[in-house]
């Protein structure tokens, strides 16, 4: 196969000087064609590129500043390609005799300055990948601009995630085109002046932010309910939320409560922000809430997140995120709660954060936010299915199954209600770890996915804390987490045992 991409030639970036196209771990060759400009890009583009280039991104270089293009490389198209994929906004060639026309939409538009108008608009738009010699939607899917710093930041990342549809598709799976509202059309986007100005503008704020609080600043939230939890009500109505005091140079984040051997224990994220590496920690609880000490439970030379936890065969199992060590492994546990011994590796070789799993129809189904090396890790899911536990795991035969920033990260444990399976997912719309959404899984085999929002939770009177990230709940007790602002003058005096509070402090309201 070779796939050719039309690109203008006036406007030449660095993203499409690659001569390869990575499809299943095959470099597939890519030959550029380039034509004439069709529309004029905004007065000094490239030039504000270059300054977010040396402010935002510290001095990287990105995919989006300009390519150089040697007489070589003008001449090196090599012949007829099986494949276009056209990132211009021209009409297609009628005399292509290519078996497939791509052409990525963005808010139903093609080219480059549609998907910058999006973004100075506000927002990175909705991308459709379009076959042009038959008009069929291939593929959708919404990116996160977690990592979109700027104007450039965002069209790096746009263009990313759309390289990862269009080899998606070209694998020739199956694509499971999701239903994906485009983001209102706004008439009042800036000039690239002002977007970039007001970029840098935050930027700063942001800079001073952090070397005045550590950020972001995570904490647990836990409450005993008797009654109806979140997953009945679809909202965080209820018996007040309690914080679970940290010492202040620590954040806790991704709480998961299990009863085991007769006691019951949360087990979180803790991370020291002196150092910024996460390790697993715990803490008992009782009838009426934590009790001692938090104790660290797990360390590697790693960060370790979102323990995940299952019983199997006897034993308790868990799988804390390790995707910055390019693997899914699995530990024992060997002395509850404190003694974990690294098992098996699940996956490995890819990046695939906030791991969970579920039993559905006999078989193990394991999900997680993917990463290609491109591109953000809130916007891409992944499925891999098995008979047992310890594998072998099976990718699903249409990963990524889904690629939106709302509806895709894990937030915590499959639930089945009426016979009915659930799963929390992170809703990062508005940022990462901005809201959480409850989602009913209406389909999943090894060969299909759907899922159906049904209720949305944000912060607010009943938990007004900065953002909502997880959800679990053992037996009566339900945990979430946040975030609040905090000092590091604070954290400092955390240091001191006059100023570390005990885990009975009464309710304290999140900032």
């Known amino acids: 196969m070779t796939i050719e991409f039309r690109c203008e030639i006036e406007n030449a970036r660095r993203w499409m000087g690659r001569e390869t196209l990575s499809i299943d771990g095959r470099d597939v060759p890519v030959q550029i064609a380039w034509t004439a400009t069709a529309e004029p890009r905004p007065a000094g583009l490239d030039m504000l590129f270059e300054l977010e280039r040396l402010v935002l991104h510290k001095g990287k270089h990105s995919g989006t500043e300009r390519l150089k293009i040697s007489p070589a490389r003008m001449q090196a198209r090599a012949g007829t390609a099986d494949v276009i994929v056209d990132f211009n906004g021209g009409a297609r060639d009628p005399n292509c005799s290519a078996r497939q026309y791509l052409r990525p ?23 459709e990948i379009v076959d042009e010699v038959d008009g069929a939607v291939l593929d959708r899917g919404h990116p996160s601009a977690e990592i979109a710093a700027g104007l450039s930041g965002g069209l790096e990342t746009l263009m990313a995630r759309t390289l990862t549809m269009v080899a998606a598709i070209l694998s ?115 009838d009426k809430g ?51 011994e690294r098992h098996a590796t699940l996956l490995s070789g890819l990046e695939l954060a906030d791991v969970t799993i579920t039993r559905h129809n006999g078989l193990h189904y394991l999900f997680g936010a993917w990463r290609d090396g491109t591109g953000g890790d809130l916007d891409s899911l992944a499925i891999y299915h098995a008979e047992h536990l310890m594998g072998p795991w099976l990718p699903h035969a249409s990963n990524p199954v889904l690629i939106d920033r709302a509806s895709t990260r894990p937030a915590g444990n499959f639930v089945t209600i009426n016979d009915k399976l659930w799963r929390p997912v992170q809703d990062c719309a508005g940022g990462y770890g901005a809201a959480l959404a409850l989602a009913e899984i209406v389909e999943l085999s090894p060969t299909t996915f759907k899922q159906i929002i049904r209720h949305s939770l944000r912060p607010g009177p009943a938990w007004p804390g900065r953002k909502l990230h997880t959800l679990n709940r053992c037996g009566q007790l339900e945990v979430i987490d946040g975030s609040r602002v905090q000092p590091k003058t604070r954290a400092f005096g955390g240091k001191f045992p006059s100023a570390v509070l005990s885990p009975r402090t009464s309710p304290s309201a999140a900032s």
């Open 105 to 127: 939409l963005f808010n139903g538009v093609a080219g480059e300055n549609a998907a910058l108008a999006a973004i100075l608009a506000g927002d990175l738009p909705v991308i």
């Open 172 to 286: 020739g799976r199956p694509r499971i085109v999701p239903q994906l509202a485009r983001p209102a059309r706004a008439d009042n986007g800036r000039p690239p002046t002002a977007y970039v100005a007001r970029g840098l503008t935050i930027s700063i704020a942001k800079e001073i932010y952090r070397l005045c609080c550590y950020a972001p600043h995570w904490h647990v939230g836990w409450r005993i309910n008797k009654g109806a939890g979140v997953w009945q009500t679809g909202d965080l109505s209820g018996p007040r939320w309690n914080v679970l005091a940290d010492p202040g140079n620590h954040f806790y984040a991704d709480p998961f409560p299990i009863t085991w051997q007769g006691r019951t224990f949360v087990f979180f994220e803790d991370l020291d922000h002196r150092i910024g590496k996460g390790i697993i920690s715990a803490i008992e609880f009782d």
């Open 290 to 340: 934590p009790v001692g000490a938090v104790v660290p439970v797990l360390d590697e030379p790693w960060h370790l997140s979102y323990p995940f936890l299952i019983e199997d065969d006897g034993a308790l199992w868990m799988i804390p995120e390790s995707s910055t060590n390019g693997d899914v492994a699995i530990y024992k546990c060997v002395r509850f709660p404190d003694k974990w």
